[in-house]
């Protein structure tokens, strides 16, 4: 009986993780930046490294490396009225493979979810087109799950890059 | 149809004193002449003696179209090739960064070459009995261009006969590199990690112009100023205490500075292009102090040196046409022209040694907050760059303007006073563009191979820094002490260092 409860509280765990992964790449294609926003926990990192072996986000420099508070200024400039860059406002599609679910990480206590995406940007007649891989790391309450480390490693970070608009 | 290769008159047509025409930033003819006439005489950026620590460590690199190797020598010293096959061209080595023991192989037919870059063995030899091959240039190796090492920035000359690095560039702006290298108690500084790049689909000179324009920063940018100034009031009204700020709201609350402040940081120009942004204050002034920096510095430095270094933080010194940096932070910035209206920007970082890691930090946040192809703060810069390259093109008025704070700089005869080796100016004055471009127009009438000499800077000390006479740090390192900012920065024309010139190894 209690095999059973584990078993099903696993299936539940996952399932959580994976739906969070989902759910935050549907609200940014979405833009919906405030309840991106609330995703994160307020311990959280978003990262954007320069190279895929990158461990250190503050001594080594990387594309994005923000916390909730870079995040928030982030999205209180997308209702600016001269936020210029966003006009034409910027619009983007994450595609996901499907997202691979990696349990608990002991150590952190953070569930671990690893999704290869694609995205495409497109502001006016420009277009952009990036991959990688996203890595997730969740905290999962008794209620809310939260995103306490999204790490995205994009195949071509160490390439000289156009401005990318938006959030990955 | 060349309009501009067959005539002087048709290029300086392209600029009066006032007003910059179209065609500078839309014409290919132009852009091809800037990169043979202009970037190919110019010392350029290269690296950094960090990079490549060891003998036979490499980086390659491309400047103006010419694919180049920086690879360190077995006497400690620095030399800057073609990544060219002497045989049929191939590329040597095509990764960013690497090491070679000894020599470095073609991966085509084995031509073997020296660290130098001369030629060490080619294979099958007996196959080239009663051929020109000795005499060729191919038996002359790898095109080595001339090298010169600074403070351990290392620069490259592809021009031959372009007189020294401390001939083109004024000593006030190698100065402004002691300065950085300085903020280090130890004198030396390291590249920290790969740099930022960021591609913009404008013309160069639109991306350089923008290096002395502190009149757009609280129009372009006051959505990142006042978001994160509207973010920070919540963030404080919801704590019970004070709370220190943030880095990040450091560096971005000052980009809504007015325009009196920036006209009070002031600049001053130098004939050759080159320019000093906020010689008295910039958007760097207030950053908060380091526990136990300043004394470290007062130790390494002595006190007045010291406090110089420390009050030292301009917005941007500028080594024409593509060197761009700071001070605190220790940002570089290279403009790397790729076509007539595609330009790479290149945001390095680095470390200054012996000093606490937040400098460091600051450094690299600055350059992500700001500089980053992700970056709110330059998402702005890049889209209006990217309209002027558009909006250029259209139909109507062909001319840029820059007249703003032509007043000051008229002789008593109405004829213009910018002529003169340097200047000083206002924060907002458009001179700091002007400038520019009487070194753009200078270097692109040249008809003939001369090499491009700056007027102002040959005054120093004219002596080459070729690869021969520039050994790393040992050369500055003497120079040090007698150079960089004086603490007395307002008195109004006083050159910002002693003119004694650059010290030669
Ligand atoms: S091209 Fe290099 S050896 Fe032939
Ligand atoms: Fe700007």
Known sequence: MSTNTTAAEHERQRERALALVITEAALLDAARWQAWLALFAPDARYWVPLTSDQTDPVLQQSLAYEDPLLLSIRVERMSHPRAWSLFPAPRAVHVLQAPIYLGLDPASGLYQVDTAFGYTEVRGQREIQLSGRMRHRIRLGPIDAQIVLKRIDLINADAALPSIYLPL | MAIYRESSEAIRNLYDGERVHRDAYLSTEIFALEMERLFARRWLYAGHMSQVPQAGDFITLEIAGTTLLMIRQADGGVQIMANRCAHKGAMLRCQASGHVDRAIQCPYHAWSYRLDGSLL???????????????????????????????????????????????????????????????????????????????????????????????????????????????????????????????????????????????????????????????????????????????????????????????????????YPSIAFKSAPQTLRVIRPLGVSRTLVEIWAFRALGAPDILLERTQTYNRIVFSPMSIVAHDDVQVFESIQRGLAGAGNEWVSLHRGQAGTRAADGSRAESESMATVGGTDERLMRNQYRAWLEALVMSDTASVESASAASASAASASAASASGASASGASASTKGIPAKRDSGDAPLVSSAGVTKS
């Open chain 2, 121 to 319: 063995a080619v294979p099958l030899r007996e196959g080239y009995q009663g051929s020109h091959l000795a005499t060729s240039e191919a038996a002359g190796g790898l095109t080595r261009f001339q090298t010169a090492v600074y403070r351990d920035f290392v620069f490259v000359c592809l021009d031959p006969n372009a007189a020294g690095l401390t001939a083109q560039v004024p000593a006030e702006l190698l100065g402004c590199l002691d300065a950085m290298a300085d903020r280090s108690p130890l004198g030396r500084l390291e590249v920290a990690g790969p740099c930022l790049r960021n591609v913009i689909e404008c013309n160069w000179k639109i991306y350089l112009e923008n290096i002395n324009d502190t009149v757009h920063a609280n129009v372009t940018h006051e959505s990142s100023a006042l978001s994160a100034e509207a973010v920070w009031q919540r963030t404080q009204s919801a704590a019970p205490s004070a709370l220190k700020k943030p880095m990040a709201i450091e560096q971005l609350l000052p980009f809504s500075s007015g325009s009196d402040f920036m006209e009070k940081m002031g600049g001053r120009v130098w004939a050759g292009g080159h320019s000093i942004l906020g010689i008295h204050a910039s958007l760097h002034s207030d950053y908060s102090s380091v526990p136990g920096y300043e004394q470290a510095m007062i130790a390494a430095w002595g006190e007045p040196r010291a406090k110089q270094i420390l009050a030292w933080s301009p917005q941007n010194a500028l080594i």
